[in-house]
């Protein structure tokens, strides 16, 4: 990943970024203002607009560097001499947990904030570049099964994805321990099996 620069070395646009990923992760992307990102980057109400539309297009921003760095986890996590494909899946599990919790302000931009993924096509492709570790680790997966009984890899990805979304969501937030004793990494990895097992695509 490429060493984000501060305002103070004349990247402003980086500095919007980074006030506004930290500025998400206090208050959430609802009530976040442009001039109080501007504020937090320590420039006046109106240089944001020097670089960007609107709020939207500042949290869009956001979220679209926030997919190119979960992305390279993802890739990461698959490419890094898993042994099988299916500790490849679980690493990614893990990854995506880590990527939460390393980087809330940016996952909520990414998953919360409401903006047109599909709108922005330089954010669109930052958000398939993640999804595509996932098909082609579902691809991997059913490789050994016969084509017609393989069921559609970026179904299983997205239904992979969910999953670690509701895992997030529900039990890596707030208090440790607060609505589960099950740590959150053991809950993703048992359902990630039980669901690839159902499916066939794992027997042991």
Known sequence: MAERKSYHHGNLKQ?????????????????????????????????????FKGRDDLIEE????????????????????????LTAFLRMGQAYLDFANDRPGFYMAMFESGISIAGNSELSAASDRAQGVLVRAADALASRIAPERRPPSRMVANHIWALSHGVVELFSRGKPGGRSSIEPSQMLESGVIIYLRGLGLITD
Do not use: C, K
Not at 26 to 39: I, L
Not at 62 to 85: I, K, N
């Open 15 to 51: 500095a919007l970024v980074d006030a506004t990923a930290a500025l998400i992760e206090d208050v959430g992307p609802q009530a976040f203002t442009m001039s109080e990102a501007a504020r937090r980057a320590g420039v006046s109400a109106a240089a944001p607009y020097r670089h």
């Open 62 to 85: 956001v979220a679209r560097q926030g997919f190119l760095e979960f992305s390279e986890r993802l890739e990461l996590a698959f490419d890094d001499g898993a042994p099988t494909a």
